[in-house]
């Protein structure tokens, strides 16, 4: 089945540590992002890639970073510089930044 | 910038009746697409409809469909024979055709209750 993938599902960290988020797409999407997802609030766009070894910061990249060294991979790292980690995080895809986004189930974050 | 605003935090309707979500944009493009995206209890967000400004007619999906008022900047969305599967958070999304980072504006969402 063609789709993207999130893990883990939930995720705990303690403060200070640096904590990966994966997300992987078969679909032979060209774009990926990710978004932050808060109580009572839209999502809000973290990073950006809309081809391999490529991405640009969105609206709150601070404290995140990410690498795309494959197509199929677009992994984000909430680092301890990331002052409010606690969030749920979405990853999405698109044939090219010009379609429609798809989105993985996301990952649930919480700082212990 | 932009800005997408969604008014009602949260709507209640009675299962097999007719609904509709508001939403309203501020933008100073003339050519721009409109989403409208559901996000059930499991949380993943699933594409319901799109509509492209430039078209006059509004976009219809099975149930679903859209009133585009271009000039008032609003962006309704009708669920017709409301079903307890449709429960869920809609988020209204705008993004510009020219924006060279193809960014999806949100608005806060709201929450869509059906009752049995």
């Known amino acids: 089945d063609g789709g993207i993938t999130q893990s883990p599902k939930y995720l705990f960290r303690k403060e200070g540590q640096n904590v990966t988020l994966s997300c992987e797409q078969n679909l032979n999407h060209d774009a990926m992002y990710w978004y932050r997802q808060d109580p009572g609030q839209g999502l809000r766009l973290i990073y950006y890639s809309q081809i391999v070894n490529d991405f640009q910061k969105g609206d709150i990249a601070e404290g995140y970073s990410v690498s795309r060294e494959k197509k199929e991979s677009f992994p984000l790292t909430v680092t301890s510089a990331q002052k409010n980690p606690t969030a749920f995080y979405l990853c999405a895809s698109s044939i090219t930044g010009l379609n429609e986004q798809f989105f993985g189930p996301g990952t649930r974050l919480t700082v212990l | ?116």
């Open chain 2, 1 to 116: 910038a932009q800005t997408v605003t969604q008014s009602q935090p949260e709507m209640s309707v009675q299962e097999a009746e007719t609904v509709t979500l508001s939403c309203t944009y501020d933008t100073s493009e003339s050519d721009y697409y409109l989403f409208w995206y559901k996000q059930p209890p499991s949380r993943q967000m699933i594409l319901v409809i799109r509509q492209e400004a430039y078209k006059q007619q509004n976009a219809t999906e099975n149930r679903f469909s859209v009133n585009f008022q271009k000039a008032a900047k609003s962006f309704s969305l009708k669920i017709s024979d409301s079903q307890l599967g449709d429960a869920a958070m809609y988020f209204c999304a705008y993004r510009s055709a020219w924006n060279s980072n193809y960014q999806l504006i949100w608005g806060a969402g709201t929450k869509l209750i059906i009752k049995p």
